[in-house]
């Protein structure tokens, strides 16, 4: 019941490539355990091997490689389930997750390999007064957390988890490179091979994140560093130079695989487009016909088709198309020589071929948005407060317009900084507009908001309160605009068909269409798609998201000696001491989110509960896994478990009713159903 064990499935790489090179030792429990035995394996490696000493490019700080480890180390901790704070969360496919994002990642690393399209952070800037998170490297976790005053006896946090990194701190870059490096790195891990990761960062520390990104990403994935105009006026009251912009770094997972989608054209832009000569292709405008340098076949002489003028390039030009195909493209009414015939040639480029714009490295406000519209953003969605409720949000727009360039209509997008949410209200508009259904997952530490007593007042204590309103909020804002604009379309196609449209008999709207003059016929057809259109959209809009909190494990450390072991007295007979936390709150619906990783199945998965001869079971994903922990199961329940044929089953320990049942286990699943594979917990 951990996460994935990133240093023994390396170790496992090392055993399949250099078998000679792993060996046995004792472990730190006293067991035995694999091992690389470092000298042989740098036989092997001889000639690619450093020597110590030796001089080369790194990029390195104090406790790198603690950083390093942090990453791999696999965790125990678990996700519990909080339906009174979700919404929907039956139906959902978006996740929201409260909790330390390296831990979560670790958990997310379990099931989300690979399958992430877009992640979109917004860490921390490092200015002296912002927080960061507070990794210790010195200690082994438990030691951590019995020393640091976080949490109680029984592992409940008890403190706020980050701290303050002030420029008088000896460690000012160091703390924050500890605190980014292993999120980064297990983030990573999460990325579609055709994945992109954005970054925003300001200049305190671009030329650190850089290297990070570089080393992690690696340099060739690198894209771009793009530059976001935060303000649409500089500020004259600036010391030195007006701080108009900060940066969003772009990596993509693998070069290889990566391409990015181009942005919708501007109004501005397709006026530029005319049809002075009514080309039935449409709007057109003129585009050079010549190239630099001299190009075999590129020098001839073309002649206009109108006047008979002849033309040729300068010297040292050439014609872009080689004689024949300027032929046809002239006798194809593709190149222009003006209304008289005596223009030099122009080649017509059509606005129905054109498909999109290429995104810029500039992110001018008018197309991502400032600063001050992203408090704005907030503002319409709280309007009883005076003070936004958070203090550095990022627009809505800019996320949106980053989730056009490097994500697909059903693709999943991760931040795991998501201070106020804005990603979710983002993937909200944007599913709305391009009819998509992409996913988010959003991951926030549970930080206390300071200096808003009007937040407070009104029962926002945390970030994640403040990020959890906003999306019901945002949710429905965007919901009840759908349906006011779909009651809008009713109306007017009410009032153009005297009501025809809505007619149960047919033939009303038959005769409608018979008898209406062409504009109200098209009129109608045009509100009718458009009607359709937005009741599919409020059908399918996905406005839900489903709470998950994270929390100590499900399971306690039971590694008693059989002398040792606690026994219970109940009903006259002696019992094991229960290996689950069910008298500390623990839920079988909280078990069951544990399981989900293992069995590779994804958070947001469909749950069905189900009561099988009076025990209550979960069907995950129409019978992929189906779960049971209550009590006293016999082999009736078994047995109609089996006939349905799950690829997993899981049960507790406690749920079997008897050593008969024990015993007959397996071979009811033999006969039902061999291929099942079973999990007792």
């Not at 071929?353 to 197309?367: E, I, K, Q, T």
Request: glycine share 6%; with cysteine; aromatic share 10%.
């Amino acid at each position: 019941m951990q996460s994935h064990d990133v240093i023994g499935s390396n170790t496992q790489k090392i055993a399949q490539l250099f078998p000679d090179c792993v060996t046995e030792r004792l472990g730190k429990d006293g067991k035995p355990e694999l091992a690389i035995d470092f000298e042989k394996l740098q036989a092997e490696l001889s000639n690619e091997i450093i020597t110590e000493g030796e001089e080369r490019y790194q990029f390195t700080w104090p406790d790198k490689r603690a950083a390093v480890r942090l990453a791999n180390t696999p965790t125990t901790m678990t996700l519990r389930p909080c339906r009174e704070e979700s919404v929907d969360f039956d139906n959902t496919e978006n996740l929201y997750i409260e909790g330390d994002n390296l831990e979560v990642l670790k958990l997310l690393r379990e099931n989300y390999l690979g399958k992430v399209k877009m992640i979109y952070i917004d860490p921390p800037y490092n200015t002296g007064n912002d927080f960061v998170y507070n990794d210790d490297f010195a200690k082994s976790a438990d030691e951590f957390n019995a020393q640091s005053g976080l949490f109680d006896e029984e592992g409940n946090r008890m403190a706020d988890p980050m701290v303050q990194n002030t420029e008088s701190n000896g460690r000012f870059h160091t703390d924050w490179l500890n605190m980014i490096y292993p999120r980064l790195k297990v983030a990573k891990d999460l990325l579609a091979d055709d994945g992109v990761i954005f970054i925003s960062i300001d200049e305190n520390e671009i030329q650190n994140m850089r290297k990070i990104a570089d080393e992690i990403f690696g340099e060739q994935n690198f894209i771009s560093q793009l530059g976001w105009q935060k303000v649409y006026s500089p500020k004259n009251q600036a010391r030195y130079f007006s701080n108009d912009y900060e940066f969003v770094l772009c990596y993509c997972r693998n070069i290889n695989h990566f391409s990015v989608n181009t942005l919708p054209r501007t109004a501005e832009m397709n006026a530029r487009y005319k049809n002075p000569d009514n080309d039935p292709r449409g709007d057109w405008k003129a585009g050079d016909c010549v190239g630099s340098g001299v190009r075999k076949n590129g020098y001839y002489d073309v002649v206009s088709p109108i006047s008979g003028k002849v033309f040729n390039v300068p010297q040292g030009k050439h014609w872009v198309y080689a004689p024949e195909n300027m032929k046809k493209m002239i006798e194809d009414n593709r190149i222009w020589f003006g209304k008289d015939g005596n223009s030099f040639p122009a080649v017509k480029q059509f606005l129905s071929d054109v498909s999109g714009r290429r995104p810029s490295s500039l992110l001018l406000y008018n197309d991502y948005g400032h600063t001050d519209m992203a408090k704005k953003d907030i503002i319409k969605l709280f309007p009883e407060y005076e003070k936004v409720p958070f203090d550095t949000p990022k627009p809505v727009k800019l996320i949106k317009m980053l989730g056009i360039i490097g994500t697909n209509e059903d693709d999943i997008i991760l931040d795991f900084f998501a201070g106020s949410a804005t990603t979710a209200q983002s993937v909200f508009e944007l599913n709305v507009e391009q009819s998509s259904r992409r996913k988010f997952i959003l991951v926030q530490i549970n930080e206390k908001i300071e200096n808003n007593p009007e937040a407070l007042d009104k029962g926002l204590f945390t970030i994640s309160d403040v990020a959890k309103e906003r999306i019901r909020r945002a949710g429905k804002k965007i919901r009840e605009e759908l349906i006011v604009k779909r009651d809008n379309i009713k109306t007017e196609l009410y009032n153009i068909t005297g009501g025809a449209a809505f007619d149960s008999n047919p033939s009303s709207m038959s005769y409608f269409m018979t008898k209406a003059d062409e504009t109200k016929k098209n009129k109608a057809t045009q509100l009718n798609k458009e009607l359709i259109d937005l009741d599919s959209k409020i059908e399918s809009f996905d406005t839900g998201f489903r709470v998950l909190k994270l929390d100590t494990s499900n399971m306690k450390d039971v590694y008693y000696t059989p002398a040792e072991t606690p026994i219970q007295k109940t009903l006259g007979f002696e019992e094991l001491v229960d290996n689950i936390k069910w008298n500390e709150g623990r839920t079988p619906e909280d078990l069951l989110f544990q399981v989900l990783p293992e069995c590779n199945l994804p958070l947001s998965s469909k749950i069905e509960e189900r009561e099988i001869h009076g025990k209550k079971v979960f069907v995950v994903e129409d019978g992929y896994l189906i779960a049971c922990f209550d009590k006293d199961i016999n082999e009736s329940v078994i047995t109609a478990i089996a006939k349905e044929k799950p690829y997993y089953f899981v049960m507790c320990d406690r749920s079997i009713a008897t050593d008969n049942v024990a015993d007959n286990f397996d071979q009811i699943f033999n006969a039902y159903s061999k291929e099942t594979v079973r999990k007792i917990l």
